[in-house]
């Protein structure tokens, strides 16, 4: 039997069959033996959010790109790098449904922060200083994120607008309090509307809203296209950052629907994409308010306006001006969001160029998105319930509550871990122990005086990991409990 599932991997409705309980799951023990035998042997890996993987066939065509690199660096340069990333864009620019030249490619969720951050932090400042010297009154400006803000994502917010330098020109960063542990995730609109009310009653400009599609830690996935409604219909936000590291091929995104300004998502976490690539979206209509702004605060009264890509050593339409600039200024500056990010220097962008191929390897191999999400669901479903059931706990969200689920669940640790683990350096070093005597790997978050687990499931993960982890954790507690840990 194991040999006809692995034999007709490619068929997907030979595949994606009802196992015994008529739940529609992938074989993960088999998947895993066939595409993903680089893990590591007997280790629970069930913390695929953090850093995703790869399967054999994409990690062996990035092998095969770095080869090609070293073997002929100049061929590559100047004769194929550009083009191949290019249709690296459009391949997820289709799946996302953007167009390309609103999509640039960079490292990583926390590299689309940066160029974000920056980009609106230098407007601001160009113009509150346009009023200071023409002797006018300062624009009360606010710009917002919440407390569970990826950790990386908060300090650059707070590197470019928390500043005493930004408070002396009326910058303010305000973070928004949600509440956790939570039965569904609507419960987060709320205070978000009270804090941007509590803004624009006080004469606020609400400059940014930085938000996330599916939040790290605690793992949530926000209503954000509702979010977003409420942002620019009722408070006149003027921009929204969504960071969706945790979105792409783990939630459906399409991102002229979402309508969101600015939207970033790993694609080497959920979309098989080795490490490290994550796709960067500005919308359209950012790049319209740029060039406005650019007439506006970029010219002297002296000095005629001169189109940046009329100096550009290789020119492109002047439709890609407007869009902000890459944080790493190198030779394709002034060329549009997506050349700009083609080139920042050497480096190995071997992984820029193999997207459509993570993309067949969802849409051939698995059969498709939908099918991944159906069957990576239903395994976390029936995960979650089971190790909340048997260590006496719940789970935050409501599984039962959410109009969208995805394959990261939260999870309350037994009661026994109250009295433990009663610090982060208590959990950090229960999930240290957990990792390296008890081979297995789950992040940990300590929350208002309770510790949850985040729960991952991938394509490769089967029930009995499951089971297996949830007696493994029981044991190390029971260690802990006896003082021999």
């Not at 004769?79 to 030249?101: G, K, M, P, Q």
């Not at 500056?333 to 459509?356: A, H, K, Q």
């Not at 849409?363 to 395994?379: A, F, P, W, Y």
């Not at 409501?398 to 309350?412: M, Y």
Request: net charge negative; with cysteine; aromatic share 12%.
């Amino acid at each position: 039997f194991t040999f006809i599932i692995l034999t007709h991997l490619s068929i997907m409705d030979d595949l994606f069959v009802l196992n015994e309980e008529n739940e529609n799951i992938f074989p993960g023990k088999e998947i895993q033996l066939k595409y993903f035998a680089h893990h590591k042997e007997n280790f629970l890996r069930l913390n695929h959010g953090s850093f995703g993987s790869s399967p054999k066939q994409v990690m062996e065509k990035n092998k095969e790109i770095r080869d090609h690199w070293f073997y002929q660096p100049d061929q590559v340069y100047y004769n194929e790098l550009e083009n191949n990333i290019t249709e690296s864009r459009e391949a997820i620019a289709s799946f996302l449904n953007a167009n390309v030249d609103n999509i640039s490619l960079v490292d990583n969720a926390t590299f689309g922060a940066n160029y974000v951050a920056k980009s609106v932090h230098d407007q601001i400042i160009q113009q509150q200083v346009t009023h200071l010297q023409k002797n006018e009154p300062l624009d009360k400006i606010k710009i917002f994120l919440t407390n569970i803000a990826y950790g990386a994502v908060s300090k650059v917010y707070r590197h470019f607008f928390g500043s005493k330098f930004c408070k002396d020109l009326n910058i303010e960063l305000d973070v928004i309090v949600l509440p956790y542990p939570v039965n569904a995730a609507s419960e987060i609109i709320p205070p978000i509307i009270e804090a941007l009310q509590s803004a624009k009653d006080a004469g606020y400009i609400i400059r940014m809203v930085a938000l996330d599609h599916i939040s790290s830690m605690p793992a949530i996935v926000f209503p954000l296209k509702e979010i977003a409604e409420i942002c620019y219909d009722q408070f006149d936000v003027q921009e929204i950052f969504v960071d969706g590291a945790h979105a792409v091929g783990n939630v459906n995104v399409d991102l002229m629907d979402l309508n969101v300004d600015y939207y970033v998502s790993n694609l080497h976490k959920w979309l098989f994409v080795p490490t490290s690539c994550a796709v960067f979206f500005v919308h359209p209509k950012v790049q319209e308010r740029n060039i406005q702004f650019y007439l506006e605060y970029n010219q002297s009264d002296e000095e005629e306006y001169v189109h940046p890509l009329e100096s550009s050593t290789k020119p492109v339409s002047s439709d890609n001006f407007g869009f902000p600039h890459h944080p790493i200024i190198s030779h394709n500056f002034n060329r549009g969001l997506g050349p700009e990010g083609s080139w920042i220097g050497t480096r190995d962008y071997s992984t820029f160029t193999i997207v459509e191929d993570a993309i067949n390897f969802v849409k051939v191999t698995i059969g498709g998105l939908d099918k991944l999400m159906e069957s990576n669901n239903n395994l976390s479903v029936k995960a979650s319930k089971y190790i909340a059931e048997k260590w006496g706990t719940g789970i935050y969200p409501s599984l039962d509550d959410n109009p969208e689920l995805c394959t990261l669940t939260n999870i309350e640790l037994p009661k026994i871990a109250l009295e433990k683990l009663k610090s982060n350096a208590d959990v950090e070093e229960f999930r240290q122990i957990l990792r390296k005597e008890y081979n297995a790997e789950i992040p940990m978050i300590l929350m208002n005086g309770i510790t949850y687990i985040r729960l991952s499931v991938q394509i490769y993960n089967y029930f009995d990991e499951y089971v297996e982890f949830a007696d493994r954790v029981l044991q190390l507690l029971e260690k802990f409990q006896a003082g021999s840990n």
